[in-house]
Nanobody
Framework: QLQLVESGGGLVQPGGSLRLSCAAS????????IGWFRQAPGKEREGVSC????????NYTDSVKGRFTVSRDNAKNTVYLQMNSLKPEDTAIYYC??????????????WGQGTQVTVSS
């Protein structure tokens, strides 16, 4: 079965850290750009970060720059989102998505099921 599976979400206090993983099953991620997205209750889905297939290019939405880092290990067929200095406004369901292209863009070929991140004291 071809799918993406996210993990690593949870409850963390403000200022804490989490590392999300996005693992591919049934296909290799080597030639796929990966986007990370999040959706908070009552809000539209927001693009958080993108990493190219080679990992040489990344970008971030302004609100997470300097706090989040995206990386990939193609040998493990996994992409990561390291989230530091978390804030309550980072609370959302986080999704990863893969597109067979050099850079992120709709339509994505695969979406993960999402993982909940809650930042609260």
């Amino acid at each position: 079965q071809l799918q993406l599976v996210e993990s690593g979400g949870g409850l963390v206090q403000p200022g804490g850290s989490l590392r999300l993983s996005c693992a591919a099953s049934g296909f290799t991620l080597d030639y796929y750009a990966i986007g990370w997205f999040r959706q908070a209750p009552g809000k539209e889905r927001e693009g958080v970060s993108c990493i190219s297939g080679s990992g040489s290019r990344t970008n971030y939405t302004d609100s997470v720059k300097g706090r989040f880092t995206v990386s990939r290990d193609n040998a493990k067929n996994t992409v990561y989102l390291q989230m530091n200095s978390l804030k309550p406004e980072d609370t959302a369901i986080y999704y990863c998505a893969a597109v067979y292209a050099s850079w992120c863009g709709e339509p994505y070929d695969y979406w993960g099921q999402g993982t909940q991140v809650t930042v609260s004291s």
